[in-house]
């Protein structure tokens, strides 16, 4: 059974940085790619970024190019989401969920079966 455990989430003013990180577990993750998603309240849950277990692909949603870049540690088994230029429309939960589905060129919240409890990420003055 696949568990995923985010921290890292806080409290950062506009322009700030924050890292994200989800511990996974229950699983070898060679076949897998894990991704971040995000809801703010009222907001249906949104695409953010995900990475192939193998590395070799990144996928970022367009509202964060340039801006967060996600990484993984294969022998700690850990993906994360470096957060910079931070903006107020980036504050929501933020999810770690991982997929069998490695050769997307886009991800809906179905294509993930596992989810992490997720992370509050608030961006305020």
């Known amino acids: 059974q696949v568990q995923l455990v985010e921290s890292g989430g806080g409290l950062v003013q506009p322009g700030g940085s924050l890292r994200l990180s989800c511990a996974a577990s229950?699983?070898?993750?060679?076949?897998?790619?894990l991704g971040w998603f995000r809801q703010a309240p009222g907001k249906e849950r949104e695409f953010v970024a995900a990475?192939?277990?193998?590395?070799?692909?990144?996928l970022y949603a367009d509202s964060v190019k340039g801006r967060f870049t996600i990484s993984r540690d294969i022998a700690k088994t850990t993906v994360y989401l470096q957060m910079s230029s931070l903006k107020p429309e980036d504050t929501a939960v933020y999810y770690c969920?991982?997929?069998?589905?490695?050769?997307?060129?886009?991800?809906?919240?179905?294509?993930?079966?596992?989810w992490g409890q997720g992370t509050q990420v608030t961006v305020s003055s």
């Open positions: 990475i192939t277990w193998s590395g070799i692909t990144t």
């Open positions: 229950g699983r070898t993750f060679s076949n897998y790619a």
């Open positions: 969920a991982a997929t069998r589905y490695i050769s997307r060129t886009s991800y809906s919240p179905s294509d993930f079966d596992s």
